[in-house]
């Protein structure tokens, strides 16, 4: 199996987009999602995010790497695509336990690295390292030449989700983060009785405790005493309100 043509994203940097893929055509477009689409002849195409070690973790420090995620595996389900992350060199374990890149040591906990790559693959992309930029044409016709039975393409293990605009506001608070958002919107419905419960002492959210509360207070502008509550105005609407803590 060979590559038949590619797409190439126009963000991506003149080096990528002057690739050759021996006599397959490549083209220069703006693609809504991935680096790369590489068309197969065996009809199958692959949509490529490429990140260079360091890309890979500020994306991931940003929170930007399991949108990206969620996109690619969101074209798996409408498109058939065979999604992958591209890493375009290696990173190593120090002796200290941090991670290495190219570019030296990092802040990085290895062990933190080797865990997120396990939930990209978790959320139906496959990871593949190459051998610095150089290699990431190669790479692509590697990957190209690879037998893809229907029969071991498996559901992933977890389903990637895009964070909404209502929830990502919530996960923004501290000690809210990705982690605990999606049982915090569960428990309240909606990101103003989430800022109500977040602030009231008596609140029984599972997993939140009265440390994260005091910093959502604080974050919020409150007093130690204050809390934000419901309350009916003068049209009898809901509306919120600062209140002492404990009288709502």
Request: one cysteine or more; aromatic letters at 8%.
């Amino acid at each position: 199996m060979s590559i038949t043509a590619v797409m190439i994203d126009s963000r991506e940097p003149e080096w990528v987009k002057n690739l050759q893929f021996n006599n397959a055509p490549a083209a220069v477009t703006f693609l809504e999602s991935g680096d790369a689409w590489v068309a197969c002849d065996d009809g199958i195409t692959l949509i490529v995010e490429r990140k260079t070690p360091d890309d890979f973790l500020n994306s991931l420090k940003q929170e930007r790497l399991m949108v990206q995620i969620a996109d690619l595996a969101e074209y798996r389900k409408t498109h058939g695509f065979w999604p992958y992350l591209v890493i375009t060199d290696e990173i190593i374990r120090g002796t200290n336990g941090k991670a290495i890149t190219n570019r030296g040591e990092t802040g990085w906990n290895w062990n933190a690295v080797q865990g997120a790559l396990l939930t990209v693959q978790e959320a139906g992309v496959f990871v593949q390292f190459c051998a610095g930029d150089a290699d990431y044409g190669p790479c692509l016709a590697r990957l190209a030449s690879r037998k893809r039975d229907p029969k071991m393409l498996v559901m992933p293990a977890r389903e990637a989700r895009i964070l909404g605009n209502q929830a990502a506001f919530i996960a923004g608070l501290p000690g809210i983060g990705l982690e605990k958002v999606q049982t915090v919107m569960q428990y309240c419905g909606t990101p103003a009785w989430a800022l109500v419960a977040l602030t009231d002492a008596t609140s029984q959210i599972p997993g939140i405790g009265e440390g994260i509360k005091r910093g959502v207070r604080w974050t919020l502008g409150l007093k130690e005493s204050e809390q934000i509550g419901v309350v009916l105005g003068e049209n009898h609407q809901e509306e919120l309100a600062i209140l002492n803590l404990g009288e709502q």
